[in-house]
T-cell receptor, first 115, second 114 residues
Framework: AQSVTQLDSQVPVFEEAPVELRCNYS??????LFWYVQYPNQGLQLLLK??????LVKGINGFEAEFNKSQTSFHLRKPSVHISDTAEYFC?????????????FGQGTRLTINP | SQTIHQWPATLVQPVGSPLSLECTVE??????LYWYRQAAGRGLQLLFY??????ISSEVPQNLSASRPQDRQFILSSKKLLLSDSGFYLC?????????????FGPGTRLLVL
């Protein structure tokens, strides 16, 4: 079974500093990877996804992630964060054949931006 | 464009009472539908998914059930709530028949069982 590990439960960062949120996955087959963001008391919004092709994926709000097959990682980065980036971030991997895609989520990383 | 609705937004229920959470999707037909639960301080756990009307797959054995009476309606139910059922319940949809398609999430229902 596939699994996702987000190595940091909380990441505090100063405004305008760079940030990296780490995600590692385990899988024996080809994977499809996603990053979602959850603002307080809201649902999840897709930031970016890797399905195939270029290993560097660009998403919304200035975020990007790099798929590294040899290290089984899909770390999320942003060169300069803003207060509005304060949220919880979830990495997810897609598993399962058939008509429905089942997502396996990591435990989440709470990103706090300090002024 | 497609939109997904969930209600109620917040619910406080006593232990042993029944539960019904509703999710509807607009702007698409024959979607795949999903129910997730997010317990406090934890990640998301897939509870149920459905690839069509009346077709429900359960991922986690528990006292919850799901039904899909209409193409774009997905209901999460319980006959008797437990304290452990407290959490944030999220409904999601994806395009049917497209492998690895993105899932789009609703605003969620926060359930507190006392």
């Amino acid at each position: 079974a596939q699994s996702v590990t987000q190595l940091d439960s909380q990441v505090p960062v100063f405004e305008e500093a760079p940030v990296e949120l780490r995600c590692n996955y385990s899988s024996s087959v080809s994977v499809y990877l996603f990053w979602y963001v959850q603002y307080p008391n809201q649902g999840l919004q897709l930031l970016l996804k890797y399905l195939s092709g270029s290993t560097l994926v660009k998403g919304i709000n200035g975020f990007e992630a790099e798929f590294n097959k040899s290290q089984t990682s899909f770390h999320l980065r942003k060169p300069s964060v803003h207060i509005s980036d304060t949220a919880e971030y979830f990495c997810a991997v897609s598993e399962g054949p058939g008509g429905a895609q089942k997502l396996v989520f990591g435990q989440g990383t709470r990103l706090t931006i300090n002024p | 464009s497609q939109t997904i609705h969930q209600w109620p937004a917040t619910l406080v229920q006593p232990v042993g009472s029944p539960l019904s959470l509703e999710c509807t999707v607009e702007g698409t037909s024959n979607p795949n539908l999903y129910w997730y639960r997010q317990a406090a301080g934890r990640g998301l756990q897939l509870l149920f998914y459905s690839v069509g009307i009346g077709q429900i797959s359960s991922e986690v054995p528990q006292n919850l059930s799901a039904s899909r009476p209409q193409d774009r309606q997905f209901i999460l139910s319980s006959k008797k709530l437990l304290l452990s059922d407290s959490g944030f319940y999220l409904c999601a949809w994806s395009v049917h028949g497209v492998v690895r398609e993105t899932q789009y999430f609703g605003p969620g229902t926060r359930l507190l069982v006392l």
